[in-house]
């Protein structure tokens, strides 16, 4: 971003950096680019996050010419923050990623601005729950297999999402709808998600959570987890049976980026204050279009496209990530 000049007293206080522009009046103040922020994030069952690897960071970044501050330790040994100047924080979080690519770190970098987000959206299946739930469903009719092929193959984006959804729903027709029970008994909620939400929730902000899952289980897991809000697709029964199909409309990408989108309005927020996390295709529109996009565990796509990746930490990964300290976390 250029500098902006701006002519002002020397008495205004300013909450980014400046410095005096090359003038005949020594009042005449520039406004830089915003303090940006690299966070590095491990996860502690895995390995411990030393000095050495946040010197390795910084020299990264002092290479291309970033100045940099002394790291501010998150949680000991588990994530801490570098500030750095005169970088963009994309070519910073790819200097640092390359620096260490051979560690099972997490690296993010960004601005500083408005890092605590004031919304969250999260995907449901393989994000805030282990798993595909409705994988696990089609276990209990013999098809887990085939049915987890064509999810690996939506969630890579090799197939249209809602295309995949109805030709899995179909063929558990005829599937006892007490299935369904059997199958929630099963899900795990991946670590860190209580963590997550509870925090956010504390800190004042809302959270939803929308799945192109099935309701029976977002709903669960809302009231489990704490969400706020919940949106999932619904399964057609009738007779106590699956009946083969879903009652429209469909959940898929499109209504993701929808509801985040709207539901900034309906909170009076601008996009830069949003958070959205997810694993596959069907997440990609939100993830790029909200403040911060993280994907969890993602598939290629998701990484791809993302603005941040946790491939190592657990959720609570994406409280750092916000420039929250362990302290702050929510029991």
Same mark, same amino acid.
């Given at each position: 971003m250029a500098d902006l000049p701006l002519a002002v007293g020397p008495a205004m206080i300013t909450t980014g950096r400046s410095t005096v522009c090359p003038s005949t009046s020594p009042d005449l103040v520039c406004f830089t680019d915003m303090d940006s922020v690299l966070t590095l994030i491990t996860n502690p069952l895995e390995r411990r996050l030393g000095v *050495?690897? &946040?010197?390795?960071?910084?020299?990264? *970044?002092?290479?291309?010419?970033?100045?940099?501050?002394?790291?501010?330790?998150? =949680?000991?040994?588990?994530?801490?923050?570098?500030? +750095? +100047?005169?970088?963009?924080?994309?070519?910073?979080?790819?200097? #640092?990623?390359?620096?260490?690519?051979?560690?099972? &770190? /997490?690296?993010? #970098?960004? =601005?500083? !601005?408005r890092r605590k987000k004031k919304l969250i959206i999260a995907d449901? /299946?393989? %994000? &805030?729950?282990? $798993?595909?739930?409705?994988?696990?469903?089609?276990?209990?009719?013999?098809?887990?297999?085939? &049915? #987890?092929?064509?999810?690996?193959?939506?969630?890579? $984006?090799?197939?249209? +999402?809602?295309?995949?959804?109805? %030709?899995?729903?179909?063929? *558990?027709? $005829?599937?006892?709808?007490? +299935?369904?029970?059997?199958?929630?008994?099963?899900?795990?909620?991946n670590p860190g998600a209580n963590t997550l939400i509870a925090t956010m929730r504390t800190a004042g902000a809302f959270t939803a959570l929308i799945s192109g899952g099935f309701s029976f289980f977002t709903d669960r897991v809302r009231e489990d987890v704490g969400f706020h809000m919940?949106?999932?697709?619904? !399964? /057609?029964? #009738?007779?106590?049976k699956l009946t083969g199909h879903v009652v429209p409309p469909v959940v898929n990408k499109d209504t993701k980026l929808e509801m985040l989108t709207d539901m900034a309005a309906q909170q009076g927020l601008g996009m830069g204050d949003t958070f959205a996390i997810g694993d596959g295709a069907n997440d990609v529109p939100m993830l790029m279009a909200a403040g911060m996009g993280v994907a969890y565990r993602g598939h290629p796509v998701a990484r791809e496209k993302a603005r941040a990746c946790l491939n190592h930490a657990d959720l609570s990964g994406a409280l750092f990530i916000q420039g929250y300290h362990r302290d702050e976390f929510a029991a």
């Open positions: *050495l690897d &946040i010197d390795t960071a910084r020299q990264a *970044l002092e290479t291309l010419g970033a100045q940099t501050a002394p790291a501010d330790w998150l =949680s000991v040994d588990e994530a801490a923050d570098v500030e +750095f +100047f005169d970088l963009d924080a994309k070519a910073a979080q790819a200097a #640092a990623a390359q620096a260490l690519k051979n560690e099972a &770190i /997490d690296v993010i #970098a960004q =601005s500083t !601005l449901m /299946d393989s %994000t &805030i729950v282990a $798993g595909e739930t409705l994988d696990e469903l089609a276990e209990f009719a013999g098809l887990k297999d085939q &049915i #987890a092929a064509l999810t690996e193959r939506a969630m890579n $984006g090799e197939m249209g +999402f809602t295309e995949a959804l109805k %030709t899995r729903v179909a063929m *558990l027709e $005829g599937l006892s709808e007490d +299935f369904l029970e059997s199958t929630m008994k099963r899900v795990q909620l919940s949106l999932g697709n619904k !399964l /057609d029964i #009738a007779h106590g």
